[in-house]
């Protein structure tokens, strides 16, 4: 009796089948992607509120100001030179404008400002943070956000990884860790996209709708093409 006590061993404990192991493994990859592209697209929409940050900030002195705060200060520049650089298919217009307490500095404007401000105008500067983020001359207005290379590439390098992990998610049930090679290849793709298409977007400072609606149509555009061409082979 105390024989057959001693030998017998516990039940066995039931393992998880194949079946559930896949499926949990791809709702982890298909949450991980998706919070990663959320917070992808989170950063880009600070990314771009940073670049106008300009527009809604107080002017230095002012009663709206308080201490300690981001303001804008107004100043005047003189135009000392003119450039206009044709690029075969465009033409590039330049102002360089002099400061009184900084360098002069040429800033990209479009055709009708560059006609009209002729060398040794005076134009209107919004300085903000210490740099001209916008110079204007009668009604027309030339914004100067800088470009945001480390921005881009932080929110290039989630959207990458997000679109890796929801496209491994979408097919993990039928190809498993096979189709890794093919996404790491795609990803490197919507990097280098994301990358240029951030710079371009933030620095164009068009509507938040707009700004946000082209990258987020070619997030999905992606995810959804290479999920069609993985699970067509």
């Not at 009209?116 to 210490?130: E, N, Q």
Request: hydrophobic share 45%; glycine share 10%.
């Amino acid at each position: 009796m105390n024989a057959r006590i001693r030998d017998a061993k516990p039940p066995a404990r039931p393992r998880l089948s194949g079946a559930v192991a896949r499926a949990l493994t791809q709702g982890l990859l298909l949450l991980a992607g998706l919070a990663t592209t959320v917070l992808g697209f989170g950063w880009f929409v600070d990314a771009n509120d940073a670049a106008g940050a300009y527009r809604t900030a107080p002017v230095c002195g002012t009663a709206a100001h308080t201490p300690g705060t981001d303001c804008v200060r107004r100043e005047t520049g003189k135009v000392t030179a003119r450039d206009a650089a044709n690029n075969g298919d465009s033409t590039t217009y330049t102002l360089t404008v002099a400061r009184e307490t900084a360098p002069k500095h040429s800033y990209t404007v479009n055709s009708a400002f560059y006609y009209d401000a002729k060398t040794g105008t005076d134009v209107d500067l919004t300085v903000f943070r210490g740099r001209v983020a916008e110079i204007a001359y009668q009604g027309h207005r030339a914004q100067n956000s800088g470009t945001p290379w480390l921005s881009s590439l932080e929110v290039a390098l989630l959207l990458g990884l997000g679109f890796a992990l929801t496209a491994a998610g979408l097919t993990w049930s039928r190809l498993g860790v096979q189709a890794a090679p093919f996404y790491f290849a795609i990803a490197v793709f919507v990097v280098i996209l994301a990358f240029l298409g951030c710079l371009v977007l933030v620095s164009s400072q068009l509507p938040l709708a707009a700004t946000l609606a082209i990258p987020v149509l070619g997030w999905l555009f992606m995810t959804a093409s290479a999920t069609v061409a993985t699970w067509g082979d």
